[in-house]
């Protein structure tokens, strides 16, 4: 099982929209896929129904432990779940003693490991403090979605520079990609701002693909849902997602993880 | 003309740093708090009440020992992000993106700040984001009457309708001397730059921008209510009374260096006419035919 992170200096710049279509793209894939929403603040699984809004998600983990699996929500596509957020206030209002987290997060890991899931995306709160960033510490990959606009370009480095340290900290955790998102293709800053973010990343540390702005990613958030599921035939912003996940899958390696689980799990069959 | 400004040599360094080889095997013990628990550094203010009832709850305690190394001597990572903020102040001017506040400084005798620039909104004007904002719907005027003049005479700013947010900034500084009497009034975005106050006000924007940050993450809301405030001590002599006030272009903090006489009603005089200052400048003329 591989997991992977969203992390951002900012909010609104597409964290939590990336992470729901990302999930739905990767289990259409047939990867068996998790999102974990840890944003007190986020918006997954907000069209799910009042009691199981109520429900018992990441930040009850945190405080108790205990299992993973009972947290677990079905979709209606068999390989996409979600852990759902849970109740952040009364974890985080207890002064926020984070020092069990790291290990309590490990955990989870495990267990959900264990659970045969391929790929965990863990949709964090904005910030890279806190529990951000224990998530992002204890995960294998981070994903940065990069707003493609002049002003929100300017946190960039404040991040690389965050994620650098903990680097040198000896955190493993790598930069799966940034992720430009909101590109205006008519809008010339934007454009050019997409432009000057690739001349200035390494190849490795961008993804190819950047994601349009577009009014129905909006719409589709109202509803928690992703893109692709808010209108009988994809709208082409959705189809991108299929690109997004496949270039994922590459920069991860899911496809050798995968081979190598399956090997090991035949040898003990 | 480059639009990012963010600087290529940085950034390669640091992605040369996040590919490059880990340093150590085992991963060293981090610290949870890499960040300095800045909210431990400020109070909030209810300006009338000596003690803020549910909102010093909400945010943590105030630390006095650390409010006087704030002073004093700043702890290292407050001096790192000083320091980062700088550079990126820097390589903005080089970029050609922010003026440097010396070519377009406008003296006043009546007050101690100077515009930054005729662009004031470095940070937050339509001609540096992408997506052009609409003028707001509601004419100046309009707005302007939710405060009933006769109540307090000199509740408003003068704004004149349909103008400029450089012109509104000029009319609405020297207001808040005659509302506030202080020794010095800065307008900071939520990137930290300075919409008002002179260059030499860039470390004080910074505690501000500490402050209200602070305050904002401690999750309280009530933190942009109309009568409330942050009250930050920077030593022994000075202290910021600092107001976030949530705009059509986002945060925009006002801080007041060694304020006397803030009370209830002005910190929600000060908040409303800064909000009507900034929402209402004009990108267009303003919508003429509405009363
Ligand atoms: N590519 C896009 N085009 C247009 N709107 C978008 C796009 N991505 C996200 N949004 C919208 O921006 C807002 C913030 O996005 P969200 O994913 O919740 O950000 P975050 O999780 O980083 O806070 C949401 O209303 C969302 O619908
Ligand atoms: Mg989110």
Request: with cysteine.
């Amino acid at each position: 099982m591989i997991a992977v992170a969203t992390a951002s200096q900012k909010g609104g710049v597409g964290k939590t929209t990336v992470c729901i279509n990302l999930a739905h793209a990767l289990a259409r894939r047939g990867w068996n896929t998790l999102v974990v929403d840890t944003d007190p603040q986020g918006g997954i699984g907000l069209s799910l129904s009042r009691s199981t809004r109520k429900r018992r998600g990441f930040y009850d983990f945190l405080q108790n432990g205990g299992e993973a699996r009972p947290l677990i929500l079905p979709t209606r596509l068999p390989e996409l779940s979600i852990m759902p957020c849970g109740d952040s206030a009364s974890f985080l209002s207890q002064g926020a003693k984070l020092d069990r987290s790291p290990e309590r997060l490990r955990d989870l890991l495990r267990q959900l490991d264990l659970l045969r899931f391929d790929c965990v995306l863990l949709d964090t709160a904005a910030g890279l403090n806190g529990v951000s960033e224990i998530i992002v510490r204890g995960s294998e990959w981070v994903l940065i979605p990069q707003q493609a606009e002049p002003l929100a370009v300017r946190s960039l480095p404040l991040l690389l520079e965050t994620l650098a340290r903990f680097r040198a900290d000896g955190t493993r955790t790598r930069v799966a990609g940034i992720l430009l998102t909101m590109l205006s293709s008519q809008l010339d800053a934007s454009l050019k701002v997409a432009r000057e973010v690739r001349a200035m990343l390494p190849p490795s540390l961008l993804f190819q693909q950047a994601i349009p702005r577009d009014p129905l990613f909006l719409e589709a958030s109202a509803l928690g849902l992703p893109l692709s599921l808010i209108r009988k035939n994809p709208p082409p912003s959705a189809l991108l997602f299929d690109q997004i996940a496949a270039e994922l899958e590459e920069r991860i390696g899911l496809p050798a993880h995968k081979d190598q689980t399956h090997r090991h799990a035949s040898l003990l069959d | 003309m480059q639009v990012s400004w963010i600087d290529p040599d940085e950034i390669a360094r640091l992605t040369a740093q996040l590919e490059g080889p880990l340093q150590r095997d085992e991963p060293l013990p981090w610290d949870l708090d890499t960040l300095p628990d800045i909210s431990s550094q400020f109070t909030m203010d209810e300006s009338d009440s000596a003690d803020p009832p549910e909102l010093a709850d909400a945010i943590a305690a105030p630390v006095p020992e650390s409010m006087e190394q704030q002073g004093a001597t700043p702890a290292p990572a407050i001096e790192h992000i000083r320091e980062k903020l700088r550079a990126i102040r820097n390589s903005a001017q080089d970029a050609g993106l922010m003026p440097i506040a010396k070519t377009a400084t406008i003296e006043r005798s009546d007050s101690t700040a100077i515009p930054v620039s005729d662009s004031p909104a470095a940070g937050i004007m339509p001609s540096r984001t992408p997506v052009r904002i609409p003028p707001a719907p509601q004419p100046v005027t309009e707005s302007a009457a939710k405060i009933p003049d006769s109540h307090h005479p000199s509740s408003t700013p003068l704004l004149p309708p349909g103008s400029s947010l450089t012109e509104r900034l000029q009319c609405f500084i020297p207001w808040v001397q005659s509302v506030v009497p202080c020794e010095d009034i800065l307008l900071v975005d939520d990137h930290g730059d300075l919409l008002w106050g002179g260059p030499s006000r860039a470390d004080l924007a910074l505690s501000v921008v500490l402050a209200a940050g602070a305050g904002l993450q401690s999750g309280s809301d009530a933190l942009t209510r109309s009568s409330v405030f942050i009250r930050s001590r920077l030593g022994e002599q000075k202290e910021l009374s600092v107001l976030p006030c949530p705009t059509r272009y986002g945060m925009v903090t006002l801080a007041l260096l060694n304020a006397t006489g803030l009370s209830n009603e002005n910190v929600t005089s000060l908040r409303e006419a800064l909000k009507l200052c900034i929402d209402d400048s004009a990108v267009a003329p303003a919508i003429k035919g509405q009363a």
